[in-house]
């Protein structure tokens, strides 16, 4: 009998427009679980979801016929509509693009561990800078004034 067996594990990372700091402790509340219903609902498991006021992670396994671009283009719209029709917020806008990482199974339990102690983290290191370095540790050519 044909099969085929995977283990998809993505750490996505994104920030709001011009890197507002529109998510406060009152909506990531909300937030947070929303996105891990939006990403259940594509048959992902969400590991660890967390963030700032300025930006979003997730740690997810995710089925092999869904995309990482298609899997991150659902969380952003439906969340961004979900806050625009939900919270009231109607200037909320999330920025394009998106930081996108494999995670082998060995390192799946330090990169959720990582992202569930965001604001510890962000004691040290500003969203731009965290990203800088995420890019750096994972390889990913990128321009500075891109990022921006």
Request: hydrophobic content about 40%.
């Amino acid at each position: 009998m044909p099969s085929s067996w995977t283990q998809n594990l993505y750490h996505a990372v994104f920030s709001t427009k011009l890197r507002s700091s529109w998510i406060d402790a009152e909506l990531q509340e909300r937030l947070y679980p929303f996105v891990g219903g939006v990403l259940k609902d594509l048959r992902c498991v969400p590991i660890a979801i967390n963030g700032m006021e300025d930006h979003l992670h997730f740690l997810a396994r995710f089925p092999a016929d869904l995309a990482p671009a298609d899997m991150l283009r659902h969380v952003k719209k439906r969340s961004s509509e979900w806050i625009h029709e939900s919270i009231g917020l109607r200037e909320f806008a999330w920025q394009q693009g998106y930081g996108g990482f494999t995670v082998s199974s060995s390192a799946c339990d330090e990169v959720a561990a990582y992202i569930r102690n965001q604001k510890e983290h962000h004691r040290k290191f500003g969203s731009l800078d965290e990203f800088k370095e995420l890019l750096r540790r994972h390889g990913v050519e990128f321009r500075a004034e891109f990022l921006e």
